[in-house]
C-alpha cells in the first residue's frame, strides 16, 4: 500500500528545552573583585579566611561556565559593559548588567551577569581554607607532596613500567602520591574489552574501573564494560601470596559476572555503572571510599577553596585539578566539575583529560585514604572547567541498588555495600550538629555505636 503525504499546512516545531539536554547549564562562577578599600580585617567565614573591608568597593569578578553545552554560540547583549573572551573569562568594562544568550544544538539558554559596583558596606575577599578545615587539611597535604621543580615524566606516572602483553606493572617510587601507594591498587590499569566493528575503541588502557567494594567495580555508563571482560589490579609489593619472591608487582585478575546501569540513564547522567566481579579481592586491595552525602557540611566554601583531587587519566597519570563550586548544593550534590588548582606548583599536573579518559576515577585524598568522588565523563567543557562527572555522594542509595542488581545478574548476593567517608573528625558548618556518634538536628540526637552515619 502506498502512502500519499498532502499538505496540511505549517509544521510547527518545538522549541528545544532543559527537559531534552540533561545535566545542560550555564552559571557565572564568581568572586568578590576589590575596586577600593583599606585597612582590611581577617575574619573566617565557615571553612574560609577572608580579609574584611567595611568601607570598601567591589564587584563580581569571574568566568561564565557551561555543561552539556557542545559548540556553544555567545552572543553578549550589552558589550559597553563587559566582555566574554575565549576562554569565557569576563573582563567588566563599567558597572552594570551584562546580558547573555548561549545558544547550542538549538538550545538556548540566558544569562545574566551582575557587574554592579557595590559599596558603603562590608566586602569579604577570599585568601584561603581555614587551617584545620577539611579543604584546608587536604591542600595543605597536597602542598606537602608536590613540591616545586616536579615533573609529569618523574613524578607523575603511577608505573615506570606496564606491559599488557606479559603482566609486567612496575610502580614508580617517584611518583608525587606514593605515600599512600597501597591505597592506589584500586585502581584497575586494564581490561580485555575489545570490539572488533570498531578496533580503535580496543585498548586496555581504556575503560577504566575503580574496585568500590571488595567484589564490586564502577565505571562510566557511557564508556561500559561488560560480562565476560577481565580487569586486572596490581598490587604494590614484590612478593607473592604465599611470600616467594615475584619479578614485578603482583597482578590479580578478575571477571565480570554482572554488570548493571541503572534505568535512568540518558546519556550521559546518571554516568555510573556497576559490575560484579567472580571473585572477591583480597584485603590488600582496598576498596575506595565514596563521597558522603553530607560533604557540603564540611566543605560549604569550596567555590573559593577549590579543593584539590587527584584524578588518573588512561595512562595512568596522577593528576591534580580542584573541586568548582559556584553552583547550588543540589547541583554539587549530583554532580562535580573540576578546574584549574589555585597553587602554582600543582598546575605542573593539570593535563587535559582527552578522548580514552573516560570512566577514571577522581578522588579526595583524606587521612591518607582515597575519597572516590566520580569518574570521568567529559573532559574540557570549557577553557575554565577540564573535567566532569556523576557525584558519587548523590547517588550512594543507587549504587547500591546497583551492586545488587549486577549480583542478581551474576546469581550471587555477595551483601556488600558501598562505605562512605567519615569526615566526622574535622571541623562541621551544616545546620545540625554532628561528632563521632551522634547526630543532631532542631533538638533531636540521633547516637549510634561505632558506625559513620550518613544522611541524605
Known amino acids: 500500500m502506498a502512502l500519499k503525504l498532502t499538505s496540511g499546512g505549517k509544521m510547527n516545531m518545538r522549541n528545544i528545552t532543559l527537559a531534552d539536554r540533561v545535566g545542560a547549564f550555564v552559571s557565572y562562577d564568581a568572586v568578590a573583585e576589590l575596586i577600593t578599600g583599606t585597612d582590611p580585617v581577617a575574619v573566617a567565614v565557615?571553612?574560609?579566611?577572608?580579609?574584611?573591608?567595611?568601607?570598601?568597593?567591589?564587584?563580581?569578578?569571574?568566568?561564565?561556565?557551561?555543561?552539556?553545552?557542545p559548540a556553544v554560540e555567545?552572543?553578549?547583549?550589552n558589550p559597553e559593559v563587559a566582555t566574554v573572551s575565549y576562554d569565557y573569562s569576563v573582563d567588566r568594562l563599567r558597572s552594570g548588567i551584562c546580558r547573555l544568550i548561549l545558544k547550542s544544538n538549538g538550545l538556548a539558554l540566558p544569562l545574566e551577569l551582575d557587574l554592579r559596583t557595590t559599596g558603603g558596606t562590608t566586602t569579604d575577599i577570599y585568601d584561603s581554607p581555614v587551617a584545620d578545615s577539611l579543604s584546608g587539611v587536604i591542600n595543605s597535604q597536597f602542598a606537602t607532596r608536590i613540591t616545586?621543580?616536579?615533573s609529569i615524566n618523574l613524578n607523575g606516572r603511577l608505573y615506570s613500567e606496564k606491559t599488557h602483553a606479559t603482566?609486567?606493572?612496575?610502580?614508580?617510587?617517584?611518583?608525587?602520591?606514593n605515600d599512600i601507594v597501597d591505597q592506589l591498587f584500586c585502581i584497575s590499569p586494564y581490561n580485555d574489552y575489545s570490539n572488533p566493528n570498531k578496533p580503535q575503541e580496543t585498548n586496555?588502557?581504556?575503560?577504566?574501573?575503580?574496585?568500590?567494594?571488595?567484589?564490586?567495580?564502577?565505571?562510566?555508563?557511557?564508556?561500559?564494560?561488560?560480562v565476560g571482560n577481565t580487569l586486572r589490579f596490581v598490587k604494590g609489593n614484590r612478593l607473592k601470596e604465599?611470600?616467594?619472591?615475584?619479578?614485578?608487582?603482583?597482578?590479580?585478575?578478575?571477571t565480570i559476572t554482572g554488570a548493571v546501569t541503572d534505568a535512568s540513564y540518558s546519556p550521559i547522567y546518571p554516568d555510573l555503572r556497576v559490575c560484579t566481579l567472580n571473585a572477591p579481592l583480597t584485603q590488600d586491595i582496598i576498596p575506595a571510599q565514596v563521597m558522603p552525602a553530607n560533604w557540603l557540611d564540611y566543605m560549604p566554601q569550596i567555590a573559593h577553596n577549590k579543593t584539590d583531587t587527584l584524578?588518573?587519566?588512561?595512562?595512568?597519570?596522577?593528576?591534580?585539578?580542584?573541586?568548582?563550586?559556584?553552583?547550588?548544593?543540589?547541583?554539587?550534590?549530583?554532580?562535580?566539575?573540576?578546574?584549574?588548582?589555585?597553587?602554582?606548583?600543582?598546575?605542573?599536573?593539570?593535563?587535559?583529560?582527552?578522548?580514552?579518559?573516560?570512566g577514571n576515577p577522581v578522588f579526595l585524598i583524606v587521612d591518607g585514604k582515597l575519597v572516590l568522588l566520580t569518574v570521568l565523563t567529559a573532559g574540557q567543557l570549557t577553557n575554565a572547567i577540564k573535567a566532569s562527572g556523576t557525584s558519587t555522594s548523590g547517588h550512594i542509595a543507587m549504587l547500591n541498588a546497583l551492586i545488587a542488581a549486577a549480583d542478581a545478574e551474576a546469581g550471587i548476593s555477595t551483601g556488600y555495600t558501598v562505605t562512605p567517608a567519615d569526615f566526622t573528625s574535622y571541623p562541621y558548618y551544616g545546620t545540625g550538629t554532628t561528632s563521632a556518634n551522634t547526630l543532631t538536628f532542631a533538638g533531636e540526637t540521633l547516637t549510634f555505636a561505632g558506625t559513620p552515619l550518613t544522611y541524605n
Open 148 to 150: 616545586a621543580g616536579m
Open 311 to 358: 584524578l588518573l587519566d588512561a595512562e595512568e597519570k596522577a593528576l591534580v585539578w580542584a573541586i568548582s563550586g559556584g553552583r547550588s548544593q543540589e547541583s554539587m550534590r549530583k554532580y562535580f566539575y573540576f578546574v584549574d588548582s589555585l597553587a602554582n606548583e600543582r598546575k605542573v599536573f593539570n593535563e587535559q583529560p582527552i578522548s580514552g579518559d573516560s
Open 204 to 226: 586496555p588502557n581504556n575503560r577504566a574501573g575503580t574496585l568500590i567494594t571488595p567484589q564490586h567495580v564502577l565505571v562510566a555508563a557511557h564508556y561500559p564494560l561488560f
Open 46 to 69: 565557615q571553612d574560609a579566611n577572608f580579609l574584611r573591608y567595611t568601607n570598601g568597593t567591589s564587584y563580581l569578578k569571574g568566568s561564565v561556565s557551561t555543561a552539556n553545552m
Open 74 to 77: 555567545l552572543t553578549n547583549l
Open 242 to 254: 604465599d611470600g616467594t619472591e615475584y619479578p614485578n608487582n603482583f597482578v590479580y585478575e578478575r
Open 167 to 177: 603482566s609486567v606493572y612496575k610502580r614508580q617510587p617517584n611518583v608525587w602520591c
